[in-house]
């Protein structure tokens, strides 16, 4: 006989866990291994865990379904479960990532699950683009850094910098590393608020002070926290466009 | 933006009106049996043209005394001076004008310019120039008629857009699905409790539906449909959410615009208790003192900063509502902590007549 599926319900709301307890009840070769109520409790169980499928909320307190993803490194067996998200949904559509719209009959949940049960253990491209590249941009950015959970909102940063496989993010109050390419977190960030000014450096527009001249055709960014960072020919051209 | 100078049909109408000013000037001329026509026509309708672009200066002499601010002495001063200044700069120019004409040699250039002329002329480019800031005032409380007008049908716009606003967010889709959500895991746990939602969720929007076609109504009708709103959510949210309300006795029937509270509530849950781990407690308060009704509310919110910050676009339209039913009469303020936001409302006390 199989192993039975181990399965973990992440939702902050206890009559949406007790509803999804009650449609598994239908089915026999099934374990519920755990139940999360915010987004840190299901960032820590997920790992632990190992379940083989997570029903996964998007609203949670603390970190969002997609943050809780994002920072667990998870790519397989995600059904996602969500009231009314309009940014949400149109990505799930995109990357035709399965998700469950409440309420949900029955019915629909056993195909939502039948469809997970199949695609166990395959990685899905698509919930890895639905994370590279969100529909609505970013408000904050969380970092996992030995252990410690540290959110950003992207207001406070002052610029990015690329450094080998990392991005180093530079706030006032402290810098914070992350294992992402700077192409990346800049497609995520919102274009109106973000320039990338050289291969290496992306920067908040508001925290530019201005520019300066460094010999022939250079320039140099001069930042509020006093940072100068270097401006590429191709840089110069997209902050011109941005004064 | 001068009136006259930025617009050509005007310009074109007030050249012609000087025009014929210089006519009337060379007629009145010749009756008086001081020129012949040529003479006088030569003489008076350049100098009457070009007095017409000096006195469009006197649009500058209006606006630099806002009617506001007027008092006798200071427009007899400035309105007087700029006059004379005016008046004997034109004399000097038809002086000039006649010297040039009469160096011609010719029979029908120029004329004898007397000193009772002289003063003639002068008084009467004083006249025409005080004239002129006449036409310019008019001129220019039009055009703040027409403004303030602009500015009304901008702020009627706005309260319009508010209303909808609120009345969008009664059927907010979040709500409504997560709530039919919880109805529906009820349903088979608890069919007793699943009836009871179903009912508030059916007052709640009745409610909604019967206030949303009032100006105004009492405080506790408000309340009634926030306690409506408050069971359901307490059924989602279970512990979580705690909510505290001290209403001053006097308060109750005291009169204010239909869902005002309510999308306050709405919020606080959804930017505030939502996002704790442990829940907390939404404080509503409401004080009447001197002619005021003063209203609080008060929810925790999390320290770490959201993964969806409002946009204050609710906060906005409260203003722009309070702006549009009370003018300056009603005040809102919010404050913004680590761990804390509050907002304080004032608004002027009303009671219906029959209470």
């Not at chain 2, 005007?10 to 009145?28: D, K």
């Not at chain 2, 001076?81 to 004409?101: D, E, P, R, V």
Request: aromatic fraction near 8%; charged fraction near 20%.
């Amino acid at each position: 006989m199989n192993k039975p599926l181990q399965i973990l319900i992440v939702d902050d709301e206890e009559l949406a866990r007790r509803l999804i307890r009650e449609y598994l009840q239908t089915h026999r070769d099934i374990e519920i291994i755990g139940e999360c109520e915010n987004g840190l409790e299901a960032l820590q169980a997920i790992p632990e865990q190992n379940p083989d499928l997570i029903f996964l909320d998007i609203q949670m307190p603390k970190l969002s379904g997609l943050e809780v993803l994002e920072l667990s490194g998870r790519d397989t067996g995600v059904i996602f479960t969500t009231a009314y998200d309009q940014y949400a949904l149109k990505a799930f559509d995109l990357h035709a990532v399965d998700y469950l719209l409440k309420p949900f009959s029955q019915q629909r949940f056993d195909e939502a699950l039948a469809k997970g049960r199949k695609m166990l253990g395959q990685a899905n491209p698509g919930l890895h683009d639905l994370l590279a590249r969100p529909i609505s941009k970013l408000e904050r950015i969380v970092i996992r850094d030995r252990g410690q959970l540290h959110v950003i909102p992207v207001d406070q940063i002052d610029y990015v910098e690329a450094q080998g496989d990392y991005i180093k993010i530079h706030t006032a109050a402290k810098s914070h590393l992350k294992t992402q390419s700077l192409s990346e977190l800049e497609a995520q960030l919102d274009s109106n608020k973000f320039v990338r000014i050289h291969r290496s450096y992306l920067i908040r527009l508001a925290a530019l002070k201005g520019l300066q001249r460094a010999g022939k055709d250079a320039q140099v960014a001069l930042m509020l926290n006093g940072a100068q960072l270097p401006i590429s020919r191709a840089g110069y051209e997209r902050l011109k466009s941005m004064l | 933006m001068h009136p006259i100078l930025s617009n050509l049909r005007r310009l074109l109408w007030t050249m012609l009106a000087w025009l014929l000013a210089g006519l009337v000037s060379a007629t009145i001329l010749v009756l008086t049996g001081l020129a012949a026509w040529q003479n006088a026509l030569f003489f008076a309708i350049p100098v009457l043209l070009i007095y017409g672009f000096i006195a469009t200066s006197s649009y500058y002499v209006c606006r630099s005394l806002p009617l506001a601010k007027r008092s006798f002495f200071l427009v007899s001063a400035v309105f007087g001076g700029a006059s004379l200044i005016s008046g004997f700069t034109w004399l000097g120019i038809c002086i000039i004008w006649n010297k040039l004409g009469r160096a011609l040699g010719e029979p029908w250039a120029g004329i004898e310019i007397s000193p009772q002329l002289s003063i003639v002329l002068a008084i009467g480019a004083v006249i025409l120039y005080l004239l002129a800031i006449l036409a310019h005032d008019v001129l220019i409380a039009f055009e703040n008629l027409g403004a303030a007008e602009r500015r009304a049908a901008r702020a009627q716009l706005l309260a319009r857009d508010a209303e909808l606003q609120v009345l969008r967010s009664q059927i907010n889709p979040h709500f409504l699905f997560n709530s039919l959500n919880s109805i529906s895991a009820l349903t088979s746990i608890a069919p007793a409790s699943a009836r009871a939602m179903t009912l508030e969720l059916a007052n709640f929007f009745r409610l909604t539906l019967a206030f949303s076609e009032k100006t105004k109504i009492t405080l506790n009708e408000e309340i009634s449909l926030c306690q409506h709103f408050l069971a359901i959510e307490k059924i989602r949210f279970g512990k979580k959410l705690q909510v505290k309300i001290t209403l001053d006795p006097l308060s109750l029937t005291s009169l204010i615009p239909p869902m005002l509270l309510q999308p306050l509530i709405e919020n606080a849950i959804k930017h505030g208790i939502r996002d704790l781990v442990g829940g907390g407690t939404i404080r509503i308060l409401s004080i009447v003192r001197d002619g005021w009704l003063h209203i609080a509310i008060q929810n925790p919110v999390d320290t770490q900063p959201s993964s969806m910050p409002g946009n204050g676009t609710g906060l906005k339209n409260l203003q722009a509502r309070f702006a549009s039913l009370y003018a300056d009469q009603a005040r809102v303020s919010w404050v913004k902590s680590t761990d804390n936001f509050s907002l304080e409302m004032a608004l002027p006390l009303e009671y219906t007549a029959n209470t």
